[in-house]
């Protein structure tokens, strides 16, 4: 009775040299001769209902029914620690019944729907990994995301890249809403082999390039390149085809050439039949008409001679 006793109240000794499997410390039965606890000859401690302020576990904690951590004696925390071995899995969580339906593993909080709590939280050495915040943000801190098989569906919010850009092997598809690139410097889109636009709208243009800055300068709004020294001319840098049949083409030296009819004008292109062309004024010349119907190919441009505006015939021979 000694407030200061420091030794063991019960000492319990056998001295079976045997395997420690084969006896018990210590059994405890109820009125129907059934155990309800044991302690076995290696440690093995056998609790049909445990219920602990404190519980340290050495080696290993087996519980065959429902481990009820939430009554009066709720569990503050549980810490699971491997110090022995390099290659134990340190928390199993598994289900071996047949067609089992529920949950195997739940993580909850009565905390609202906030960011200030993290239901998950994984973490090595080096710092946090990966975690689940209250309001169902998934934060990957490392290592990214990889999916193997089924894809990846995004149902609503959209998807944002911030940094690193996307690569997509396989194919890219936007079946609704269109797709907008910006980019505030370098290029916004680069395509590596081939790319085709398409459009089933009846009265609208299935592509545009539109530069909107107010101050576009010294540049191109479209820009066509090759890497050709020579034979550009087996190339078309542009080359329109209506109804199967090509109708323009420009080749990689530049050299246009149409089935169809050539003309300029300083107010703009303009739908002119031969001998239907606009008065010749001082404010038209240098505009251009060329008819290559085969019927009348003539070059007509408005010029200033000796005075007078009027359309001229350019010829082999003279002006």
Not at 16 to 21: D, I, L, Y
Not at 114 to 127: A, C, I, P, R
Not at 212 to 230: D, G, P, R
């Amino acid at each position: 009775n000694s407030s200061s006793y420091g030794g063991d109240a019960l000492t319990v000794t056998v001295a079976n040299t045997g395997s420690p499997e084969t006896f018990n410390f210590l059994n405890l039965y109820d009125s129907l001769s059934n155990s309800k606890f044991s302690v076995r000859g290696d440690g093995l401690v056998t609790a049909s209902d445990i219920n602990v302020e404190y519980l340290t576990v050495l080696t290993e904690l087996s519980v065959d029914t429902d481990l009820d951590v939430s009554g009066d004696g709720a569990m503050r925390s549980l810490t699971l620690i491997e110090d022995a071995s390099t290659t134990n899995t340190v928390l199993d969580v598994s289900s071996t019944v047949a067609g089992y339906t529920g949950s195997v593993f739940t993580a909850a909080s009565t905390t609202e729907n906030t960011n200030t709590v993290k239901l998950v939280e994984v973490s090595n050495s080096d710092g946090a990994v990966f975690e689940i915040a209250g309001d169902g943000v998934v934060t990957v801190h490392t290592g990214g995301l990889l999916v193997d098989a089924g894809g990846l569906e995004v149902s609503a919010g959209g998807l944002v890249v911030d940094a690193g850009g996307a690569t997509v092997d396989g194919g890219f598809a936007v079946l609704d809403g269109g797709c907008q690139l910006n980019a505030t410097s370098g290029e916004a889109l680069t395509v590596a082999g081939l790319a085709s636009v398409t459009s089933d709208l009846t009265s609208t243009a299935p592509l545009t390039v539109s530069a909107t800055s107010t101050s576009f300068s010294n540049s191109a709004v479209l820009k066509l390149t090759h890497e050709l020294a020579s034979g550009a001319d087996d190339i078309d840098f542009l080359r329109g085809v209506g109804d199967s049949t090509e109708i323009f083409a420009i080749d990689g030296n530049g050299t246009l050439s149409t089935t169809g009819d050539i003309r300029g004008t300083t107010l703009g292109m303009q739908p002119q039949n031969d001998g239907d062309r606009p008065a010749c004024t001082a404010a038209n010349r240098g505009d251009f008409y060329l008819n290559t119907d085969n019927t009348d190919d003539l070059l007509y441009i408005c010029m200033l001679v000796s005075g007078s505006s009027s359309w001229r015939e350019v010829t082999t021979t003279a002006i």
